[in-house]
């Protein structure tokens, strides 16, 4: 599902020219096949939130031809500053269809720490959201940020819906509709802390290694807390959901993931060992048979006492 042997220039709805070796072309591919299938599943959902399969297979599309009608070129670097998983997904994928690289900020990030990562990567322009939008706009003050589209409304930033709108009839802009995808040079994500540079060959690795490590299946609810992992792991958690017809249940730092995991109906759950030692002595966690991956080494003794008080399956998430 991965890879498939197209045209870079091919797609379904005329719209989109993104080539098959990136991992916005697959899960969207795979995003609409689900939608087909059951449309109103949730892909990823959160407190606040629902984004549908159908949902998101309708809207990358036209987010990235009004980013292109807006003049972001391919290459541009866009930074992403937002507080909801499933507004995540569809901004991450909605610049990378738009040929241009995602710049994912941490939500905890002070204005000076965004402005100085988004100057040292040359951010174009963000995408930021209601919750996050005072601390993204002062920092756009003092980076080469021009252009500042928002999730809701937010003063001076173009809605992320005016987008959409603007892309729905679009045809593919810019220089990217004839543009091949060089998989193995071409940049699909950048991170500022630690500094790491993605291409879309080492986004396609990771995922096929992801999947290995989670075994995910399409009845599947993926249930994680925000910070409890790296964000290329977060990121690619969300990506392994909408490649799989799962559904990735985002929950905020420092949530209750157990109560999420409850109310999402979760039949798997990523956690730390700090987190998994306290869970292993709490006599009131339900979700008994959930499967829990865990993000370190922990002690046989904690693992034990999660099997026995609660019928835990334990896997490591190497």
Request: negative net charge; glycine residues 10%.
């Amino acid at each position: 599902m991965l890879h498939r042997d197209r045209h870079p220039s091919d797609d379904t709805d005329g719209r989109l020219a993104v080539a098959e070796t990136t991992v916005t072309r697959a899960v969207l591919e795979a995003a609409r096949e689900t939608a087909v299938r059951n449309g109103d599943r949730a892909a990823v959902e959160g407190p606040h939130e629902t984004l549908t399969f159908s949902r998101f297979a309708a809207v990358v599309p036209a987010a990235a031809a009004g980013l292109s009608r807006q003049g972001v070129l391919p290459g541009d670097v866009g930074a992403v500053h937002l507080s909801r998983p499933g507004d995540l997904a569809l901004a991450l994928h909605a610049i990378t269809a738009a040929g241009a690289v995602p710049l994912p900020l941490s939500p905890g990030g002070t204005a000076g720490e965004l402005a100085a990562l988004m100057s040292e990567r040359r951010a174009r322009f963000l995408l930021t959201d209601g919750e996050l939008a005072a601390v993204s706009m002062a920092a756009t003050e003092r980076s080469y940020v021009r252009q500042v589209f928002a999730f809701g409304e937010v003063p001076g930033a173009t809605a992320f819906g005016r987008l959409v709108a603007a892309g729905a009839d679009a045809e593919p802009a810019g220089r990217f509709a004839g543009t091949q995808v060089d998989p193995l040079r071409d940049l699909a994500l950048l991170l500022g802390d630690p500094r790491e540079e993605f291409t879309h060959a080492d986004r396609l690795a990771g995922l096929h290694r992801l999947a290995g490590a989670v075994g995910i299946t399409a009845s599947d609810v993926l249930a994680c807390r925000a910070g409890d992992l790296p964000m290329p792991i977060w990121i690619g958690l969300i990506d392994l959901c909408l490649l799989h017809g799962a559904t990735f249940a985002g929950v905020p730092a420092p949530g209750p993931l157990l109560t999420a995991a409850g109310r999402s109906a979760a039949t798997i759950a990523i956690v730390s060992p700090a987190g998994l030692h306290a869970l292993a002595h709490d006599h009131a966690a339900p979700h008994e048979g959930l499967r829990l991956l865990v993000t370190g080494v922990t002690d046989p003794e904690t693992v034990q006492a999660c099997r026995d008080r609660h019928g835990w399956t334990i896997t490591p998430l190497a």
